[in-house]
């Protein structure tokens, strides 16, 4: 079971380039997300999905896009790469079953991306 | 807005000691917990939720965590610290209504010989 699978594992950007960080999950998951992890700061939500098609903005969205084509893929963009975004990337899924909302979610191995 | 606050970034225990690491939730329903766990240079995985079905909640590699309302709190324990413990631990709530997980800062678990 692959479960959500993130690349690349490792990047190097320079300021201004542009990027895609892809997931993918195979646990046929309605929800997607994408944090980003910084030391001693948890992690923050960038945006999720709750459905192919549908998107919306978590805390910290600014420098970010997503999309939302299939259940299964939920990349995120990077259009002009910024220092700030140096950082973990984690994507995660979970799964509503009804009336209960007491899912975890699942995660990826992480993206540590860095911006020089 | 739900969230929680993890007491401590970083812990230290001697192997075979108790492990306390503390939860507290902001909550005015009842909340949805969760505890994960993240080894070094990995992803989170659950280490244990709590349902409504019990207080003390048991979860993998001897971790349990006691639900108080009164206190509101949820912390999480083991009674003996071994080093492949040592990773970072973060408490979650889910956001009111939805289903998306809000992390706390993490603590750092120290384990020492």
């Known amino acids: 079971n692959a479960g959500v699978t993130q690349t690349p594992k490792f990047r190097i950007l320079k300021i201004g380039q542009s990027m895609t960080l892809q997931c993918t999950q195979d646990?046929?998951?309605?929800?997607m997300y994408w944090y980003r992890q910084d030391p001693g700061m948890g992690l923050k939500l960038i945006y999720y999905?709750?459905?192919?098609?549908?998107?919306d903005k978590g805390e910290v969205p600014n420098g970010y896009n997503v999309s939302r084509s299939t259940t299964e893929d939920f990349p995120l963009r990077l259009e002009l790469a910024a220092p700030s975004q140096t950082s973990v990337y984690f994507c995660?899924?979970?799964?509503?079953?009804?009336?209960?909302?007491?899912?975890?979610?699942?995660f990826g191995q992480g993206t540590r991306l860095t911006v020089v | 807005a739900q969230s929680v606050t993890q007491l401590g970034s970083h812990v230290s225990v001697s192997e075979g000691a108790l492990v306390l690491l503390r939860c507290n939730y902001s909550?005015?329903?009842?909340?949805?917990l969760f505890w994960y766990v993240q080894y070094p240079n990995q992803g989170l995985q659950l280490l244990l939720k709590y349902t409504s079905a019990a207080t003390l909640v048991k979860g993998i590699n001897g971790f349990e965590a006691e639900f108080k309302k009164s206190e509101t709190s949820f912390h999480l324990t083991k009674p003996s610290a071994h080093m492949s413990d040592a990773a970072e631990y973060f408490c979650?709530?889910?956001?009111?209504?939805?289903?998306?997980?809000?992390f706390g800062r993490g603590t750092s678990l120290i384990v020492h010989p």
């Open positions: 909550s005015s329903v009842p909340p949805y």
């Open positions: 979650a709530v889910l956001r009111g209504g939805s289903y998306i997980p809000t």
């Open positions: 995660a899924s979970s799964n509503r079953q009804g009336l209960n909302r007491n899912t975890e979610a699942f």
């Open positions: 999905s709750v459905g192919a098609g549908i998107t």
């Open positions: 646990m046929n998951h309605n929800y």
